[in-house]
């Protein structure tokens, strides 16, 4: 790859912004990264985003986002990979600046949850499943998750609780996150005693869905602004890869092949070994799907991923730091703009400005953004410049 470099970020907090417009989450993010660019502005603005056509009946967010920056005459598309969109929206602006046609790109992920309430947005959000086979049954996200649940609780033998350590590091590390939804941590008790969702998924191996938005200012090194008061990061990779889209077409319903191949093919391009990586953003919008990514992408056997949440290797100080800043569950699940929250949350720690978040000596990060059961997988590599 060329020497893409992230030069700006910014974001808002996650939660229910009742009273802000989509437009205005989005500008109050992307302006924010151009200020922190240095005043870079960009010529291509890629957004992440999901619900906007169904939920804020608003389609064509390039045109909206640009013109409500005050940015007419730049190129705006709308990227959408269901919970991977931030992802590959990241991909896209990766593409556009690497090959020279756009000197400087904005990825801009943003999600308004609120503007609808209720059982409409989990019918908005199953427009994301097979639509025929899947979706027209009944089937949910959440639903579907509980299916997988089940079926590695039985192949493994793994006891009920096995993906508690996931929701339990989860909301230990959004406690220091002024940006997170829920900033409190929790006990085994606590997610023991949680009330079902889907059986046997409980309320705290879900993610909540929130309003958010988070930007990313993206260009070659060449064209980096001199003087900004903060390290440059590097993309050093990166990887968009698709599976089926319905579970059941599947052979393996717990591969997850997708994730393993984006994250491998990611770091093949960084020239690294995932076990390199310093730290880890994963996709943990259920907890099950945590495990099974840290299964495909290496970090644990088939059938054991489950058992690095229960030792706690994925503690800020274990061996494998994972979701930093409390992750979809406890930082909250704005889908669109999960992927992007990412790299945002990923580049503040490779510039060691994550405060009581910081991984120490932190240079090299692994992120994936997954769309359902990783039916769509966006991994990306990040490394610190000094």
Known sequence: MSDVV???????????????????????????????????????????????????HQANLGAMVA???????????????????????????????????????????????????????????????????????????????????????????APRDAFAGFALTAHAHAVHNPYAMYRRAIDLETYRNAPLVSDPLNLYDVAPYADGAAAVIITRLENAPRGLDHPLVRISGSSVVIDTLALHDRDDPLAFRAAGYSAERACRQAGILP?????????????????????????????????????????????????????????????????????????LQLRGQAGECQVPGARIALIQSLGGPASTAAAHVLERMD
Do not use: C
Request: glycine share 14%.
């Open 67 to 157: 013109d409500n920056l005050g940015m007419r005459g730049v190129e705006g598309t709308t990227v959408e990979a269901a919970g991977a969109s931030g992802g590959a929206a990241l991909r896209q602006g990766i593409l556009a600046v690497t090959s020279g046609l756009v000197d400087v790109a904005m990825v801009l992920g943003v999600e308004k949850v609120t503007d609808q309430v209720g059982a409409g947005i989990e019918e908005a959000l199953s427009q994301t499943l097979d639509a025929d086979y899947e979706a027209m049954h009944g089937m949910t996200l959440a639903a579907q998750a509980a299916l997988v649940m089940q079926r590695y609780l039985e192949d493994y033998d």
């Open 275 to 347: 076990r390199d990586v310093d730290f880890l953003e994963l996709h943990d919008a259920f907890s099950v799907y945590a495990a099974i990514s840290l299964e495909a992408a290496g970090f644990a056997p088939r059938g054991q991923g489950w058992k690095l949440g229960q030792d706690r290797h994925i503690g800020r100080d274990g061996d494998l730091p994972v979701n930093t800043f409390g992750g979809m569950k406890a930082r909250g699940y704005p889908i669109g703009a999960a992927g992007v929250y990412q790299a945002v949350e990923a580049a």
């Open 6 to 56: 992230i030069v700006g970020v910014g974001m808002i907090p996650v939660g229910e912004h009742w009273d802000v417009s989509l437009r205005s989450l989005a500008a109050r993010a992307a302006l924010a990264a151009v200020r922190d660019a240095g005043g870079l502005k960009p010529q291509a603005i890629y957004i992440g985003n999901v619900l906007a056509p169904v939920v804020s």
